[in-house]
C-alpha cells in the first residue's frame, strides 16, 4: 500500500484545515487507516482512526469534538478535519495504515506540515 499525504499549511488559531491521504496498490489489506502527529521535540502522538471496510471512527480526547475522520470509498481517500486549531495543533502530521486491529503499521505517508499562528 502506498499512501500520499496532502493539504496542510499554516493556518491561524481557530481556522480549520482538511488533510488527505491517498492510498493505492493493496487496499484491500487494509483494516484501518490511522492519523498521527509529531510536533517539535515530542514523541509522535496518536490522534484517531477509521476502520477501512466499516467506517467506524476512534479519537483521542484531545481532539474529541475538534477533528473529523471520514473515508471517501470511490477514492480510497481518507481525510482528517481539523477545526478550532490551536498553536499546539502545529506538527507534522501523518497517515499510515494497518493490516490489523493492533496498531503496527504496514505504510506511511509522508507527513505534511501543520503550522497553527496565535
Known amino acids: 500500500v502506498q499512501l500520499q499525504a496532502s493539504g496542510g499549511g499554516l493556518v491561524q488559531a481557530g481556522g480549520s484545515l482538511r488533510l488527505s491521504c491517498a492510498a493505492s496498490g493493496r487496499t484491500f489489506s487494509i483494516y484501518a487507516m490511522d492519523w498521527l502527529r509529531q510536533a517539535p521535540g515530542k514523541e509522535r502522538e496518536f490522534l484517531g482512526d477509521?476502520?477501512?471496510?466499516?467506517?467506524?471512527?476512534y479519537y483521542v480526547d484531545s481532539v474529541k469534538g475538534r477533528f473529523t475522520i471520514s473515508k471517501d470509498n470511490a477514492r480510497n481517500t481518507v481525510y482528517l478535519q481539523m477545526n478550532s486549531l490551536k498553536p499546539d495543533d502545529t506538527a507534522v502530521y501523518y497517515c499510515?495504515?494497518?493490516?490489523?486491529?493492533?496498531?503496527?503499521?504496514?505504510?506511511w505517508g509522508q507527513g505534511t506540515q501543520v503550522t497553527v499562528s496565535s
Open positions: 477509521i476502520n477501512w471496510s466499516e467506517g467506524n471512527t
Open positions: 499510515a495504515s494497518r493490516s490489523s486491529s493492533r496498531r503496527e503499521y504496514n505504510s
